[in-house]
Structures are given as structure tokens and as C-alpha cells.
């Protein structure tokens, strides 16, 4: 484990503890000497982080130290970098410029001895199976599942049947190559997942839904736990 690294972790576990630890737990949690641990403890205060106790009896992290919200771990830095490629290849518009942003973002703002980490990422998210184009905005659909509001659609099924419904939408799943809406279909009375890219026409209501988006995750999980093989279903095959 590196050495900012081990700050880090020495933060997190004072900032969680109920009661002082001593510098013998930390040596046993991180696998590294008590002259090491010493040697932390004094570098953290040194900079200023408040840090109390003594060798012997303990330490506690004062009340109300926040860490600095970008204080990133390699792995956390690289699985940010990691999903924000996945988003920037596979989401729609918006979240692609937001995905990039991010990146960029990140890259300004990350410490000195992690940049070399933005610079040279050694994961990818490869994007080798061309994505099903959507004749919808995603963007606005998004906007209604955060407002809550019913949206009308004309969809198309994988049999090519054509029907209208009227739904309440409040989760968008990404897949490799397609995007699933998942709402409450007042026509079915029940749950369904519409494929974006056989939405051929949307209108989003005034009228907001009652249920609240938590209410419907959790209900709409229930029925998928208890299904044989929990998985998205969409109307209509979700590859064909």
C-alpha cells in the first residue's frame, strides 16, 4: 500500500470509530510497523488534520473535519475514469458532454501524484458493438422520471405491433447497445420496460404520477425477485 494511501485509510477509520484507536490496531489493519504508524500520525498532523491522542492510549479525529471531496484513492480515481468512458460511449447526448466534463474536471483537480493515473489509464470500457440509435431525446425523458411526470408514448413492439400507452416512467437502464425504460404502464396496470429506441413518439404530461420514484423501485423489485430468472423484459425481445 502506498503511503497516501495508508493516510487515507488511517482518515477513514478515525473518522469512523466510536472510541480511540490505538497505533497497534492500525498496524494490524494496514500491515505496516508502529514506527510507521507514528510516523503518519505525526505527517496527518503536521497538516493541520486534528488528529488527538498519544502513542499508548489512542487516537480520535476531532468533530467536524471533512476531508476534501476529491481526496481519491487510485482504485476510486480509476473506476470514475472507468465508468465516465463507459457513459461517455454509450450514453445519450447530454450524458456523454457531462461524461467527458467530468474527465476533465477530474484531471484538473486530482493531486500531483495521481495524475499520472489520468493520464494513463490502464482500463478501458471498449464500445465494439455499435449502439441502437433512439428517434426519442433521452435527455427529456430523464427530465420527466426527475419531475415525476406521466409521459405518453407510441411504442413498437419486437413483433411490430404498434400500441399507445400512457406510463410513469422512473428508471432508464443502460445496456451495451440499448436503453430500457422502466415504468408503470397505466394501460397494463403493471410494470413494464419499453426499449428507447422503439419509442416512436413522446409526449410528457403535466400531470405528475402519485407514487414516488423509491416507492416504485422498490415495488418493481419485489415482483422481479420473485420472478424464475430476475431480468429486464422488455416489450418485446431486448436484442431482436
Not at 473518522?15 to 494490524?28: D, G, K, Y
Not at 496527518?44 to 479525529?61: F, T, V
Not at 463507459?86 to 500531483?112: C, H, Y
Amino acid at each position: 500500500m502506498s503511503a497516501t494511501r495508508r493516510l487515507f485509510s488511517i482518515i477513514q477509520t478515525l473518522r469512523s470509530a466510536r472510541r480511540p484507536i490505538t497505533a497497534q490496531q492500525l498496524c494490524e489493519q494496514l500491515e505496516v510497523s508502529l514506527r510507521t504508524i507514528y510516523r503518519d500520525i505525526a505527517e496527518l498532523q503536521a497538516q493541520n488534520i486534528p488528529i488527538e491522542g498519544e502513542a499508548g492510549i489512542g487516537y480520535i479525529l476531532r468533530d467536524g473535519y471533512d476531508m476534501p471531496p476529491l481526496m481519491l484513492t487510485l482504485d476510486e480515481l480509476e473506476a470514475a475514469l472507468l465508468g465516465a468512458q463507459w457513459v461517455a460511449e454509450r450514453g445519450d447526448e447530454k450524458l456523454s458532454i457531462g461524461a467527458r466534463s467530468l474527465v476533465e474536471k477530474l484531471n484538473d483537480v486530482v493531486p500531483q501524484h495521481l495524475k499520472k493515473v489520468a493520464d494513463s489509464l490502464v482500463v478501458v470500457a471498449p464500445c465494439l458493438t455499435p449502439i441502437i440509435s433512439d428517434t426519442i431525446d433521452s435527455e427529456v425523458l430523464r427530465e420527466a422520471m426527475r419531475s415525476r411526470k406521466k409521459v405518453k408514448i407510441e411504442y413498437t413492439d419486437g413483433a411490430g405491433k404498434v400500441s399507445q400507452r400512457t406510463i410513469w416512467p422512473f428508471m432508464l437502464a443502460y445496456f451495451e447497445t440499448v436503453k430500457l425504460a422502466v415504468a408503470w404502464c397505466e394501460k397494463r396496470e403493471g410494470f413494464r420496460h419499453f426499449r428507447t429506441d422503439r419509442i416512436v413518439d413522446m409526449e410528457v404530461l403535466e400531470e405528475q404520477f402519485p407514487a414516488t420514484t423509491q416507492q416504485l423501485k422498490q415495488e418493481w423489485w419485489e415482483q422481479e425477485k420473485e420472478k424464475e430468472k430476475p431480468r429486464f423484459h422488455a416489450e418485446g425481445s431486448l436484442y431482436t
